[in-house]
């Protein structure tokens, strides 16, 4: 018979063993397939994952208009579209006025024509929002009759909130209106950019924090119940099978598992992807379809994962001996050697240190080397974590009999326990390091805005270009149901001299009440003026007056706006009896500097406001009163935008990444844990009769409880402890190529050490009941 | 074995001629040895001797084995004293013990009685050999170990019996 | 009432059932202090249960056993439990010794159970090991021994708190006659000089003949053989 005939019949053999080993059989394969099958869902999900974000990018790109095709004048073809974003219950809505200029205006993906005035074109999930009852309020905003719903390949997500507006009053105010673009077509030829080498990192380090344990649990779960696989291939010795025979079969069984697992997680796969068309993280979603792994990633996962499993098989009876009457251990199998076990690590940070700093001015990260120092770090700690356990419960001894039960079977099988361990060192490692990155980088991004919420709730913002009157806009948001103030305030530019040089003068306008907001004023009438002390700004409003000075107010930086046909400056007299009061940050967190002037003070005929805002506050009883606030704005005039304030702004999507990671995080560390409490379980079967003589010769039920949570917890301890030393540097190393300082985010690391800890206390707690049912004397019944 | 209080033990269950005994004998107890005439007589007329029998009555035209015997209450209590008796434990006992258990489950005695009994005088023999082989030498436990391991086998045979009584009884009253 | 003046261990009347099946159906038992007591009969006959239901390890559902005065059936678990350490040892027929353990902290195991430190309590189990003729064999584990020596240690371990009763059960039933019959002799000899009754279940008479009285289980009741003769 040739090599490959033997082999075929080996395996073959093997997996009839797999089927038909009766119940028990049955269920060991399917806790096998069970195993494999979700961390093979995993695996496709992140190899799908890549092509999702893709294929979300090429939809925004195609119906995006910033780099589209304009023209100067109205024509046949011309399309004015204008972005109205909204904000309603705390949900961002994408928005578009649009008005077709002439019949063969572009069409924006997935309409079938152009909203005509009075009509919008919705999204799906916005027009179900505006059906519920939850949109009642958002309905009087977006009243315009639907005349369609956006198909698929005009959303970037199946829960994207988006409208399309028709419009014939839509105008552009010359080249410069920048709101409004006339456009002839959608969509551009994206040239894609590099990724920013902190991104790389980040997806790099995801893809291999995530699927480093995955590989460690598919490892793990091919070997569930091997103990008792062991001894039946005792029997087959027995029967004539020679050693190598009875390796072959074994890995047949595994092979039988890890292709039921193949099925399962294609299965998983598959329901897990129909699900995540329903799902919407921080109103991000994806559409089931862009969820498809790349066929030759999918055929490399389907081949991997058996081959893996034969593999390991082997590799796991490399220190067994399979004798016809038992199962033999190599009882003191070599001491495990030191150096080429920190040769992995040192060799992975060797890789990763020499990009210290990269992150930083365009730099580039060459992505192999990347990925090979992490991988290399995290499996250092697999190969760490055998000889760290070894050592340190090799030289233990003493202590309570419930220690000494647990650290002797330690010292027996230092392999079994580090094996399960290693996927939640290495997960939580990765954790780590990715958490520490995050939170690096978000430092970046979340900052605190100065805003007080307290003071008002909205800032609205009304520009130049602003049809709305500002007193009267501030009217009819005052009289909105639940606004309880409605405070104006509009600035306008001045300087000594004409066109105006670096130190320009701030000069805000508004009621005593007003100017509360941002000066502290022991009294004010109308009438009066004030110069403002306090720090001041340098740049454009940098400027000061004194009482008495002659001041040009308006457009003074004209020659920045030669084509605008705004009024020339005004000459104004600052009036002379303005006080010296301090500045106070107004709600935004902005303070300003420069002159401030009741109404009749001001300086006339000065045109619009180059700026103008109106602070909102409401009652905080009404939950609804910002979104009608919101409606009386957007009724008024769309291109306001109100502004809603906070203490604190995050990049969109940092945190819901780093809380995604740790969630996966924490799923794999389950799904390890779930394995911990399988391989548990078959232990205590087979100490069955152990453990009932133990009970009987009076051993207290807490003495052996305990010693199954030392035995679960010594390992994990020490694994954890290696993780988040491991983690932390590697997080380390990873900030210093990000060019970010290292600080290391204690809440993660507690966090995900947490986790692993936990998972700990659940597979002891959930092996108590069994436990306590084999130490019943039934275990002592022989008839 | 003692063929006198097998015959007795037959003639409990009811009267018979000497002929009748003789081929009951045989049937149960004789095997490949059947008993001889002879044999039957002259143990009869010693049991007649004794008071164990009597005789009920003499066929007519008969001949000298037309007698017809019973047993007296003197015999009976004879049989009773000889099942509940141990024997001494010794090789070749199984045909003595089997007669008396089938004589016994004949009579409607307890025969798991019979089986208990003999078990504890092999038992009790067995711990004075035990006793002898731990204090002796090496020859002692030798010797001792030739006659437990006989004894094991038949305390096994009797364990066997009593698990087959039942069996039996309705084999020997049929 | 036939309890015997001056028995240890006296169980009376007791009744068990696994379900349908009942394992004791009104079995008597009794032991004197140092007194060696076969309990023998056929598989299934109920002589483990009666062993468990003496030791405490298992309740009965009905009867009484009593242990130097006090009444077992009236004890808590955690009572039973404490009972065994002090007063009672064991040896089961195999599967009792814990792998990982080397076999002296495997006969220390009980004293420490019972509070008793590490250091002294092998330093005790070390002499039982001697009685037992096992004393070299204590840095080694239960795997590396063999079954003879396995049942020798599990003895010392037995007598190690110094017991008042042991249980074996099947002590030699992995044993070949040689092997079962050291282990038979060192058991006896051990707790005779102890002054420890031993409750012996066994269903080899040569094994039974280390006794001084044998009690037979048939369907769940028991039958002294010393009243018969």
């Not at chain 1, 979300?56 to 095709?69: I, K, L, P, Q, V």
């Not at chain 1, 103990?227 to 025979?245: E, N, P, Q, W």
């Not at chain 1, 403002?532 to 930086?557: H, I, M, Q, W």
């Not at chain 2, 004794?50 to 084995?65: R, S």
Request: aromatic letters at 6%; hydrophobic letters at 45%; one cysteine or more.
């Amino acid at each position: 018979m040739s090599r490959l005939q033997v082999w075929t019949r080996d395996l073959a053999m093997g997996a009839r063993f797999a089927f038909g080993g009766g119940r028990e059989g049955w269920i060991r394969t399917l806790l096998t397939g069970v195993g494999v099958g979700l961390g093979v869902a995993l695996l496709l999900i992140s190899t799908a994952i890549p092509g999702a974000l893709t294929a979300r990018y090429e939809r925004g790109d195609a119906r995006s208009t910033m780099h589209s095709d304009t023209a100067d004048a109205p024509g046949p073809d011309t399309l004015l579209i204008a972005r109205i974003g909204q904000t309603y219950h705390h949900k961002d809505i994408e928005g578009h006025v649009v008005r077709a200029e002439g019949p063969n205006a572009p069409l924006p993906p997935g309409l079938k024509k152009i909203p005509g005035p009075g009509e919008m074109a919705l999204s799906p999930a916005l027009d179900e929002l505006l059906k519920s009852s939850e949109g009642a309020l958002l309905r009087e905003r977006l009243d315009a009759r639907v005349s369609e719903v956006v198909g698929d390949p005009g959303l970037v997500g199946p829960g994207e909130l988006l409208f399309y507006l028709g419009s014939d009053t839509l105008r552009k105010n010359g080249p410069e209106d920048y709101r409004v673009e006339r456009v002839t077509g959608f969509g551009y030829e994206a040239d894609r950019e590099n990724l920013d080498p902190v991104l790389m990192l980040m997806v790099v380090l995801t893809f291999v924090a995530l699927l480093m344990p995955v590989a460690v649990f598919i490892a793990t779960a091919v070997r569930f119940g091997g103990d008792r696989r062991d001894r039946r291939l005792a029997a087959l010795r027995l029967v004539g099978a020679d050693s190598r025979m009875v390796r072959r079969i074994a890995a047949g069984e595994a092979l039988a598992g890890s292709l039921v697992g193949l099925l399962l997680g294609t299965g998983f796969f598959a329901v897990g992807r129909s699900l995540v068309g329903s799902v919407s993280l921080r109103q991000r979603s994806v559409f089931p379809a862009d969820l498809d792994p790349a066929p030759w990633l999918a055929v490399l996962v389907a081949l991997a994962v058996p081959a893996a499993a034969v593999a390991v098989t082997l590799f796991a009876l490399r220190g067994v001996v399979i004798e016809p009457l038992g199962v033999v251990r190599t009882a003191r199998p070599s001491r495990r050697r030191i150096w080429w076990r920190l040769l992995l690590p040192l060799v992975g940070l060797g890789l990763l240190v020499p990009l210290d700093g990269r992150g930083n001015s365009h730099g580039r990260f060459n992505q192999w080397q990347v990925s090979a120092g992490v991988v290399l770090l995290l499996v250092g700690i697999t190969v760490l974590l055998p000889w760290l356990l070894e050592r340190f419960v090799g030289k233990m001894s003493g202590g309570p009999v419930s220690w000494q039960l647990a650290v002797r079977r330690l010292q027996v099988n230092t392999g079994s326990a580090a094996r399960l361990v290693n996927g939640i060192a290495v997960a939580v490692a990765g954790a780590i390091a990715l958490q520490m990155l995050f939170a690096g980088v978000e430092g970046d991004y979340t900052e605190s805005t100065g805003q007080d919420p307290g003071r008002a709730a909205v800032a609205v913002m009304v520009n130049r270009e602003s049809d709305a009157p500002m007193d009267e806009l501030a009217q009819r948001i005052a009289a909105v149901q639940g606004v309880t103030r409605a405070v104006p305030l509009t600035s306008a530019q001045a300087a000594h001299r004409m066109p105006a040089e670096e130190d320009t003068v701030q000069v805000t306008v508004g009621t005593c009440d007003a100017l509360g907001e941002v000066a502290t004023l022991d009294s004010c009438e109308e009438g009066d003026a004030f110069v403002l002390t306090g720090p001041s700004s340098t740049g454009f409003y940098g400027g000061t007056a004194k009482p008495g000075d002659e001041l040009f107010v308006g457009n003074v930086r004209r020659y920045e706006f030669e084509t605008t046909d705004s009024p020339a400056p005004v000459k104004w007299q600052v009036p002379a009896g303005a006080r010296t009061v301090p500045a106070r940050e107004d709600p935004t967190g902005q303070l300003r500097s420069g002159l401030l002037v009741t109404p009749s003070a001001a300086p006339k005929e000065l045109g619009d406001f180059p700026d103008a805002r109106i602070f909102v506050q409401v009652d905080e009883s009404g939950p609804d009163a910002l979104d009608r606030a919101r409606n009386a704005v957007f009724k008024t005039d769309p291109f306001v935008t109100a502004m809603t304030l906070r203490d604190s702004t995050q990049a969109a999507g940092f945190s819901s990444i780093r809380t995604g990671l740790f969630f996966g995080a924490a799923a794999v560390l389950v799904l390890i844990g779930a394995s911990l409490f399988v391989s548990q379980l078959e232990q205590l079967r087979e100490r069955r009769r152990l453990l009932s003589s133990l009970v009987a010769f009076g051993t207290k039920r807490s003495t052996l409880s305990l010693s199954v949570l030392w035995q679960t917890a010594v390992p994990i301890v020490l694994g954890l402890v290696l993780a988040a030393f491991v983690g932390t540097a590697l997080g380390a190393v990873l900030m210093g190529m990000a060019a970010q300082p290292v600080r290391i985010d204690w809440p993660s690391v507690l966090g995900m050490t947490g986790v692993g800890a936990g998972v700990v206390a659940a597979v002891t707690l959930l092996s108590l009941p069994p436990l306590l049912r084999l130490m019943r004397p039934d275990g002592l019944r022989t008839e | 074995m003692s063929i006198g209080h097998t015959l007795l033990g037959l003639l409990e269950a009811g009267p018979r001629h000497g002929y009748d005994l003789k081929r009951a004998f045989d049937e149960k107890f004789g095997h490949d040895r059947p008993l001889a005439y002879g044999q039957v007589y002259s143990t009869m007329s010693r049991l007649l001797k004794n008071g164990l029998v009597e005789v009920e009555g003499i066929e007519a035209g008969g001949g000298p084995d037309r007698k017809r015997y019973s047993i007296t209450d003197a015999g009976i209590t004879d049989v009773e004293a000889w099942l509940s008796q141990p024997e001494k434990p010794e090789p070749y006992l199984h045909s003595t013990l089997y007669t008396k258990v089938v004589l016994a489950l004949l009579t409607g005695r307890r025969a798991d009685e019979l089986l208990d009994t003999q078990r504890a005088e092999h038992l009790r023999l067995m711990r004075i050999l035990t006793q002898r082989k731990r204090k002796g030498d090496i020859a002692d436990q030798l010797i001792c170990d030739h006659a437990l391991f006989h004894l094991e086998a038949d305390l096994r045979w009797l364990e066997l019996t009593a698990a087959r009584l039942d069996q039996l009884a309705r084999e020997v009253r049929r | 009432m036939m309890t015997p003046a001056g028995s240890l261990l006296v169980a009376t009347d007791l009744r068990k059932a696994y379900g349908t099946t009942n394992a004791l159906d009104g079995a008597e038992f009794s032991i004197h202090a140092g007194e060696v007591v076969a309990v023998m009969g056929p598989s299934g006959s109920g002589k483990s249960t009666l062993l468990h239901c003496l030791a405490g390890i298992v309740p009965p559902d009905s009867g009484s056993i009593s242990y130097a005065g006090r009444e077992l059936t009236a004890l808590s678990d955690a009572e039973r439990s404490a009972l065994r350490r002090t007063e009672f040892g064991f040896v089961f027929q195999f599967g009792q010794l814990v792998p990982e353990l080397t076999c002296v902290e495997n006969v220390a195991l009980p004293l420490r159970l019972t509070g008793v430190r590490r250091k002294e309590a092998e330093r005790t189990a070390l002499h039982w090991m001697e009685q037992l003729q096992v004393e070299d064999l204590g840095a080694k584990r239960p795997g590396e021994i063999s079954g003879g020596q396995g049942q020798r240690v599990a003895v010392a371990r037995a007598l190690v708190t110094g017991p008042r009763v042991i249980f074996a059960d099947e002590p030699t039933g992995a044993l070949d006659s040689l092997n079962g019959e050291l282990v038979m002799q060192l058991l006896t000899e051990a707790a005779r000089s102890a002054n420890a009754a031993v409750v012996l279940v066994t269903h080899e008479t040569r094994v039974a003949a280390y006794s001084d009285r044998e009690i037979v289980v048939r369907d769940g009741k028991s039958r002294d053989m010393e009243r018969i003769v």
